[in-house]
């Protein structure tokens, strides 16, 4: 049975998965997951209570969180891109910066978004203000970190290239990444060149009016 991927397309974490996909050329069914496709919520909820996705079905195997979903792709469904080395070294630099992107970067981004959407114009500013001080502190610590690098950890397209592609989109539209870090708007700005994830930004581009924050007219 060929693959299925339950999620959204405006979804970060979605992005993420989707963009290790399209880097392999792997076959699959995007089920979206939305008002115009009850049938997909109700089995995507059958197979993952938890309400999260996105979630990769491989015949009767629900494969659920999205660096495990790629590790699984390439041991179950390998393509010409590895995008996690074998080198176990290599892969640990990989796995780390991949959690700092979902953690570091993702997460206070979402924070400011769940502060929007209650609606409570206090939530708001508060939620956005602590993801500001958050992102900043990513943002240098980024900066200095990705000198002298392609992507991520090196010459190489990773996981955490897959990871840092909508987590850095996202958190630029939360709070600008500055001047002052030219190294990670310069990594960005490859990222939004790569043809992986330059697929998924456009199939998202007629949900950019669901951004509470308000979505820029960029990118």
Known sequence: MSLALYG??????TQKVLI???ENGTRFEFRCIGPDTPQHAAE?????????FPLLVDGERN????????????????????????????????????????????????????????GDE?????????ATEKLELAYGWLDAQLGGRAWATGPDFTMADCAAAP?????DWTHPISETYPVLRAYRARLLGRRSFAR????????????????????
Do not use: C
């Open 8 to 13: 959204h397309p405006f979804s970060s974490y």
């Open 20 to 22: 290790a996909l399209y």
């Open 44 to 52: 995507w909820l059958r197979r993952w209570p938890l309400h999260k």
């Open 63 to 118: 494969v659920a969180e999205t660096s495990i979903i790629i590790e699984y792709l390439q041991l179950t469904h390998p393509g010409p891109e590895l995008l996690v080395p074998a080198d176990p070294a290599a892969a640990l630099d990989v796995r780390f910066l991949d959690r700092f992107f979902d953690l570091h970067v993702m997460n206070w981004v979402q924070h400011a978004v769940n502060g929007a959407l209650t």
């Open 122 to 130: 206090t939530k708001r500013r508060e939620g956005r203000a602590l």
């Open 167 to 171: 987590a850095l989109f996202y958190a």
């Open 200 to 219: 998924a930004v456009q199939e998202a581009r007629p949900f950019r009016h669901l951004f509470p924050l308000g979505a820029p007219d960029r990118d």
